[in-house]
């Protein structure tokens, strides 16, 4: 059940009475507004029940690749179908900046001033780099960032020349 629009009106002129710096004033506004709610045939909880949130209902739409047709043999050639052709390889994980890499500079760049930003994202680089060690990728986008800081604070390029 939902509370009438000129209850709410009414209500909406006393709530800001609640405000008041004398007590008395504000004791009264209570009172006022539980007797508006109870003219109407309502209560505080109704009043409660209108202002929680709403449970709305998202639909997803789920799209998927249709099932492939089965197909029986019809001539002993098509009993033995010569093999399917590979798949193309996925990319190397790791593919734009090595963990290790990522490992053994993050600290150094941790070490040269950088911005808010540019410290957050070299944190996040360092610890997804020593959880997922070998499965560590980028973006390119995040990789290319990666390459620019190191670039601009003189950090050395490869893993090698950084021990």
Request: aromatic letters at 6%; charged letters at 30%.
């Amino acid at each position: 059940m939902t509370i009438a629009p000129q209850t709410l009106d009414k209500l909406g002129k006393l709530f800001p009475r609640l405000a008041s710096n004398h007590d008395g004033e504000v004791i009264a506004t209570a009172r006022a507004i539980i007797r508006t709610l109870e003219s109407a045939g309502r209560s505080l909880h109704d009043l409660a029940g209108e202002m929680q949130p709403k449970v709305r209902v998202e639909e997803r739409v789920v799209y998927r690749d249709p099932p492939k047709p089965r197909t029986t043999p019809k001539s002993p050639e098509k009993a033995n179908p010569s093999p399917e052709p590979p798949k193309p390889a996925p990319p190397a994980r790791g593919k734009f900046v090595p963990f290790d890499e990522v490992l053994k500079l993050a600290p150094l760049l941790l070490d040269k001033g950088l911005t808010d930003t540019e410290t957050h994202f070299i944190q996040q680089l360092l610890g997804w780099a020593d959880r997922y060690k070998s499965e560590f990728i980028l973006t390119q986008k995040q990789a290319s960032w990666w390459r620019r800081l190191v670039l601009v604070n003189d950090i050395p390029n490869s893993v090698e020349q950084a021990e």
